[in-house]
T-cell receptor
Framework: EAQVTQNPRYLITVTGKKLTVTCSQN?????MSWYRQDPGLGLRQIYY???????DKGDVPEGYKVSRKEKRNFPLILESPSPNQTSLYFC???????????FGPGTRLTVL | GESVGLHLPTLSVQEGDNSIINCAYS??????FIWYKQESGKGPQFIID?????DKRQGQRVTVLLNKTVKHLSLQIAATQPGDSAVYFC?????????????FGKGTKLSVKP
Protein backbone atom coordinates (compact mmCIF):
# COMPACT_ATOMS: atom_id res chain seq x y z
CA GLU A 1 0.00 0.00 0.00
CA ALA A 2 1.32 3.43 -0.98
CA GLN A 3 1.75 5.47 2.12
CA VAL A 4 3.65 8.02 4.15
CA THR A 5 4.39 6.92 7.69
CA GLN A 6 5.40 9.05 10.64
CA ASN A 7 6.71 8.07 14.04
CA PRO A 8 5.91 8.66 16.76
CA ARG A 9 2.27 9.62 16.38
CA TYR A 10 2.19 11.27 19.80
CA LEU A 11 5.03 12.63 21.88
CA ILE A 12 5.24 14.59 25.10
CA THR A 13 8.68 15.87 25.94
CA VAL A 14 10.44 18.56 27.92
CA THR A 15 12.20 21.71 26.85
CA GLY A 16 15.70 21.13 25.53
CA LYS A 17 15.53 17.37 25.05
CA LYS A 18 16.53 16.58 21.47
CA LEU A 19 14.03 14.59 19.48
CA THR A 20 13.55 13.22 15.99
CA VAL A 21 10.29 12.60 14.17
CA THR A 22 10.73 10.11 11.38
CA CYS A 23 8.99 10.20 8.01
CA SER A 24 9.14 7.48 5.42
CA GLN A 25 7.44 6.98 2.05
CA ASN A 26 7.32 3.84 -0.07
CA UNK A 27 6.45 5.45 -3.41
CA UNK A 28 9.94 6.44 -4.57
CA UNK A 29 8.88 10.07 -4.50
CA UNK A 30 11.52 12.71 -5.04
CA UNK A 31 9.78 15.50 -3.12
CA MET A 32 9.16 15.46 0.61
CA SER A 33 8.10 18.21 2.96
CA TRP A 34 7.35 18.92 6.61
CA TYR A 35 4.50 21.10 7.86
CA ARG A 36 3.19 22.18 11.20
CA GLN A 37 -0.44 22.92 11.86
CA ASP A 38 -1.65 25.26 14.58
CA PRO A 39 -5.18 26.52 15.30
CA GLY A 40 -5.75 29.88 13.69
CA LEU A 41 -2.49 29.69 11.72
CA GLY A 42 -3.26 26.77 9.43
CA LEU A 43 -0.55 24.69 7.79
CA ARG A 44 2.92 26.18 7.50
CA GLN A 45 5.84 24.65 5.70
CA ILE A 46 8.96 23.98 7.76
CA TYR A 47 11.42 22.39 5.32
CA TYR A 48 11.23 20.60 2.03
CA UNK A 49 13.44 18.40 -0.08
CA UNK A 50 13.36 18.27 -3.86
CA UNK A 51 15.54 15.16 -3.95
CA UNK A 52 18.21 13.24 -2.06
CA UNK A 53 20.75 15.55 -0.42
CA UNK A 54 18.73 18.61 -1.47
CA UNK A 55 16.86 20.42 1.30
CA ASP A 56 15.59 23.95 1.68
CA LYS A 57 13.76 26.15 4.13
CA GLY A 58 10.05 26.72 4.12
CA ASP A 59 8.25 29.50 5.95
CA VAL A 60 9.05 28.49 9.53
CA PRO A 61 12.40 26.65 9.65
CA GLU A 62 13.73 28.16 12.89
CA GLY A 63 14.40 25.53 15.54
CA TYR A 64 14.24 22.61 13.12
CA LYS A 65 16.68 20.57 11.09
CA VAL A 66 16.15 17.97 8.41
CA SER A 67 18.22 15.55 6.40
CA ARG A 68 17.63 13.57 3.21
CA LYS A 69 20.30 10.93 2.98
CA GLU A 70 18.08 8.49 1.14
CA LYS A 71 15.01 8.97 -0.97
CA ARG A 72 12.48 7.28 1.27
CA ASN A 73 13.30 9.01 4.58
CA PHE A 74 13.05 12.62 5.66
CA PRO A 75 13.45 12.97 9.44
CA LEU A 76 12.60 16.18 11.29
CA ILE A 77 15.01 17.00 14.10
CA LEU A 78 14.37 19.35 16.99
CA GLU A 79 17.77 19.89 18.61
CA SER A 80 16.42 21.84 21.59
CA PRO A 81 12.63 21.81 21.61
CA SER A 82 10.75 24.71 23.14
CA PRO A 83 7.08 25.04 24.13
CA ASN A 84 6.32 27.13 21.02
CA GLN A 85 7.07 24.02 18.98
CA THR A 86 4.07 22.28 20.48
CA SER A 87 2.06 21.50 17.37
CA LEU A 88 0.67 18.92 14.98
CA TYR A 89 3.28 17.94 12.43
CA PHE A 90 2.69 16.45 8.99
CA CYS A 91 5.09 14.96 6.52
CA UNK A 92 4.14 14.81 2.84
CA UNK A 93 5.57 13.50 -0.41
CA UNK A 94 4.97 13.60 -4.15
CA UNK A 95 6.73 12.77 -7.43
CA UNK A 96 7.77 16.39 -7.77
CA UNK A 97 7.47 19.53 -5.74
CA UNK A 98 5.66 21.31 -4.40
CA UNK A 99 2.55 19.19 -4.87
CA UNK A 100 2.58 17.39 -1.49
CA UNK A 101 0.18 14.80 -2.81
CA UNK A 102 0.39 12.25 0.01
CA PHE A 103 0.36 13.22 3.66
CA GLY A 104 1.30 11.16 6.66
CA PRO A 105 -1.10 10.69 9.59
CA GLY A 106 0.48 13.43 11.69
CA THR A 107 2.56 13.62 14.86
CA ARG A 108 1.17 15.50 17.81
CA LEU A 109 4.05 16.97 19.78
CA THR A 110 3.78 18.61 23.17
CA VAL A 111 6.82 20.35 24.64
CA LEU A 112 6.52 21.13 28.33
CA GLY B 1 -8.78 16.07 19.93
CA GLU B 2 -7.88 19.62 19.05
CA SER B 3 -9.88 20.89 16.11
CA VAL B 4 -8.17 22.52 13.16
CA GLY B 5 -11.56 23.98 12.30
CA LEU B 6 -11.67 26.43 15.19
CA HIS B 7 -12.47 30.02 14.19
CA LEU B 8 -12.54 29.24 10.50
CA PRO B 9 -15.04 30.62 8.00
CA THR B 10 -17.83 28.10 7.71
CA LEU B 11 -19.95 27.18 4.74
CA SER B 12 -23.10 25.25 5.47
CA VAL B 13 -24.89 23.54 2.58
CA GLN B 14 -27.73 21.10 2.13
CA GLU B 15 -26.91 17.62 0.94
CA GLY B 16 -27.25 17.47 -2.83
CA ASP B 17 -26.60 21.17 -3.37
CA ASN B 18 -23.46 22.51 -5.01
CA SER B 19 -20.76 24.08 -2.81
CA ILE B 20 -18.41 26.87 -3.73
CA ILE B 21 -15.39 27.50 -1.54
CA ASN B 22 -13.35 30.60 -2.22
CA CYS B 23 -9.73 31.51 -1.68
CA ALA B 24 -7.79 34.70 -2.28
CA TYR B 25 -4.08 34.31 -2.83
CA SER B 26 -1.44 36.90 -2.22
CA UNK B 27 1.48 36.51 -4.61
CA UNK B 28 1.13 37.56 -8.23
CA UNK B 29 4.11 35.35 -9.10
CA UNK B 30 2.34 32.18 -7.91
CA UNK B 31 1.59 29.95 -10.85
CA UNK B 32 0.57 26.69 -9.25
CA PHE B 33 -2.35 26.13 -6.92
CA ILE B 34 -3.74 23.19 -5.02
CA TRP B 35 -6.88 22.39 -3.06
CA TYR B 36 -6.76 20.05 -0.07
CA LYS B 37 -9.42 18.50 2.10
CA GLN B 38 -8.84 17.70 5.75
CA GLU B 39 -11.28 15.62 7.73
CA SER B 40 -11.31 15.77 11.49
CA GLY B 41 -8.36 13.91 13.01
CA LYS B 42 -6.72 13.16 9.66
CA GLY B 43 -3.99 14.55 7.47
CA PRO B 44 -4.77 16.71 4.44
CA GLN B 45 -5.81 14.98 1.23
CA PHE B 46 -4.90 16.31 -2.20
CA ILE B 47 -8.04 17.09 -4.22
CA ILE B 48 -7.06 18.93 -7.38
CA ASP B 49 -4.42 21.29 -8.71
CA UNK B 50 -4.24 23.92 -11.44
CA UNK B 51 -1.49 25.85 -13.16
CA UNK B 52 -1.80 29.50 -14.07
CA UNK B 53 -1.98 28.79 -17.79
CA UNK B 54 -5.45 27.38 -17.15
CA ASP B 55 -8.66 29.06 -15.95
CA LYS B 56 -10.54 25.92 -15.09
CA ARG B 57 -9.87 22.31 -14.31
CA GLN B 58 -12.34 19.57 -13.57
CA GLY B 59 -12.03 16.43 -11.53
CA GLN B 60 -14.54 13.98 -10.23
CA ARG B 61 -17.39 16.14 -8.83
CA VAL B 62 -14.96 19.01 -8.30
CA THR B 63 -13.99 22.00 -10.42
CA VAL B 64 -11.32 24.54 -9.67
CA LEU B 65 -11.56 28.02 -11.17
CA LEU B 66 -8.65 30.44 -11.29
CA ASN B 67 -8.98 34.17 -11.82
CA LYS B 68 -5.49 35.60 -12.03
CA THR B 69 -6.72 39.14 -12.53
CA VAL B 70 -8.15 39.32 -9.03
CA LYS B 71 -5.94 36.60 -7.53
CA HIS B 72 -8.88 34.38 -6.69
CA LEU B 73 -9.32 30.64 -6.63
CA SER B 74 -12.50 28.68 -6.08
CA LEU B 75 -13.41 25.06 -5.56
CA GLN B 76 -16.81 23.90 -6.68
CA ILE B 77 -18.18 20.63 -5.37
CA ALA B 78 -21.15 19.23 -7.22
CA ALA B 79 -23.95 17.39 -5.42
CA THR B 80 -22.36 17.81 -2.02
CA GLN B 81 -22.49 14.76 0.20
CA PRO B 82 -22.11 14.30 3.97
CA GLY B 83 -18.67 12.81 3.33
CA ASP B 84 -17.58 16.16 1.92
CA SER B 85 -17.81 17.72 5.37
CA ALA B 86 -14.28 18.82 6.17
CA VAL B 87 -11.93 21.78 6.22
CA TYR B 88 -10.75 22.82 2.76
CA PHE B 89 -7.45 24.59 2.18
CA CYS B 90 -6.08 26.27 -0.88
CA UNK B 91 -2.32 26.45 -1.34
CA UNK B 92 -0.11 28.44 -3.69
CA UNK B 93 3.40 27.98 -4.95
CA UNK B 94 4.86 31.46 -4.57
CA UNK B 95 7.93 31.08 -6.74
CA UNK B 96 6.34 30.03 -9.96
CA UNK B 97 6.46 26.35 -9.10
CA UNK B 98 10.20 26.15 -9.67
CA UNK B 99 10.93 25.54 -6.02
CA UNK B 100 9.32 23.44 -3.35
CA UNK B 101 7.64 26.19 -1.32
CA UNK B 102 3.96 25.90 -0.64
CA UNK B 103 1.87 28.45 1.24
CA PHE B 104 -1.51 27.45 2.62
CA GLY B 105 -4.60 29.54 3.20
CA LYS B 106 -6.32 29.42 6.58
CA GLY B 107 -9.09 27.12 5.38
CA THR B 108 -12.87 26.99 5.15
CA LYS B 109 -14.99 24.55 7.07
CA LEU B 110 -17.67 22.90 4.98
CA SER B 111 -20.64 21.51 6.85
CA VAL B 112 -23.16 19.40 4.94
CA LYS B 113 -26.68 19.15 6.34
CA PRO B 114 -28.51 15.90 5.60
Amino acid sequence: EAQVTQNPRYLITVTGKKLTVTCSQNMNHEYMSWYRQDPGLGLRQIYYSMNVEVTDKGDVPEGYKVSRKEKRNFPLILESPSPNQTSLYFCASSWSGPKSEFFGPGTRLTVL
Amino acid sequence: GESVGLHLPTLSVQEGDNSIINCAYSNSASDYFIWYKQESGKGPQFIIDIRSNMDKRQGQRVTVLLNKTVKHLSLQIAATQPGDSAVYFCAESPYGGSQGNLIFGKGTKLSVKP
